[in-house]
């Protein structure tokens, strides 16, 4: 049995529950029962549209302890002790302690510091200290799946190779499930003013979970070549059609890098600095800010950037064959295959 622990909110980018499911078909794929549980129903609908048993904890997403008592009979219940997967910043060492004798805990994240005795950690980031992750989990014996070769990424995502032509037909502006500062109407409004939404169709990805959808829809729908798409089912096909994306630098990141689409970058918050400026190292994107801190310089420096791409091919080629070197689509199936392994590295 396989349980994830996540959640997505207003506040909460729905790139969590996202992984979690990609990483849930593989363990489906390996014949394992899955269970998803939240603290709200946002995450469990989510869950349960694409076929997994989801329940609802009913508790503060801030504060997991709340939920302790509820997830331990849940874990108890079956005979074998089950993989318990946690996904959310909320996590601390106190709650892992509290189920460490009643499931193998992994988590799945980039939180700081000692998170208590982990079974196992994924961290699919390209900026990470493994010498400080060793000297934190060593005396656990925490299996460490740390790289952007762990990247949870779907099964559309596999396969791809870079194809880049010589002209920008169509662009890709995505900033996730969520957008509670706007991005998208940044990114829209100056890119725009650059006279680069003309002779170009320019796909746009409204989220779930946009408060800002009914303005952007008025202010952009009556361009003929914006094209705004909801409830999108398979973003590998809008990927695979665009010749340049722009994208926060989450997840969507490694789904272009796998697809082989050369990408224009900036962060959505504070936490997504780090991953960003790692991206920007590895030669992997063009990086153009923090998009939360100004977003109308942010937002110009993406148009700026789109220009010079939009005019050198030899560039956009080296960015996409560049990020597909790093991120070859596979992640999922290594995770799973490592997790599953935890009983017996364990001898039972």
């Known amino acids: 049995m396989v349980v994830f622990r996540t959640d997505a909110n207003e506040a909460i980018a729905s790139g969590h529950v996202m992984r979690c499911l990609a990483l849930a078909g593989a363990f489906r794929s390996a014949g394992e029962n899955v269970l998803f549980l939240t603290s709200d129903e946002i995450a469990a609908a989510v869950a349960r549209a694409r076929g997994y048993r989801a329940e609802v904890l009913g508790v503060d997403w801030r504060n997991l302890s709340a939920e302790v008592p509820t ?75 740390l790289g952007p070769e762990y990247a949870p990424l779907r099964s559309e995502f596999k396969n791809h190779a870079p194809e880049q032509g010589d002209e920008v037909k169509r662009m890709l502006v995505t900033v996730g499930g969520s957008d509670p500062i706007n991005a998208t109407g940044s990114i829209l409004e100056a890119l725009h003013s650059a006279k680069l939404l003309e002779g170009r169709a320019i796909d746009v990805v409204i989220g779930a979970m946009f408060g800002n959808r009914k303005e952007l829809l008025a202010a952009y729908g009556g361009i003929a070549e914006v094209n705004f798409h909801e409830r999108v089912k398979s973003m590998s096909a809008l990927m695979a059609d665009a010749d340049l994306a722009i994208c926060a630098s989450g997840t969507t990141v490694y789904e ?93």
């Open 71 to 145: 997830v331990r009979s849940l874990l108890q219940q079956e005979s074998a002790l089950p993989l318990y997967i946690v996904d959310t910043y909320s996590i601390t060492a106190d709650y892992v302690g509290s189920l460490s004798d009643v499931a193998y805990i992994c988590y799945l994240g980039s939180k700081a510091g000692d998170l208590g005795p982990l079974n196992a950690l994924v961290n699919y980031s390209v900026d990470i200290d493994r010498d400080a992750y060793q000297s934190l989990y060593g005396k656990y014996g925490t299996l460490l799946l």
């Open 256 to 348: 272009l890098a796998a697809m082989g689409v050369p990408a224009i970058t900036f962060s959505l918050s504070a936490e997504q600095v780090p991953s960003a400026l790692g991206f920007m190292r590895l030669g992997m994107v063009d990086y153009c800010g923090e998009m939360f801190s100004d977003a109308a310089g942010c937002a110009c420096s993406i148009a700026d950037s789109a220009k010079r791409l939009v005019d050198d091919p030899l560039e956009r080629h080296r960015l996409a064959t560049s990020a597909h070197a790093v991120v070859d689509g596979s992640g999922c199936d290594r995770i799973a295959r490592y997790l599953l392994g935890l009983d017996k590295m364990r001898g039972m």
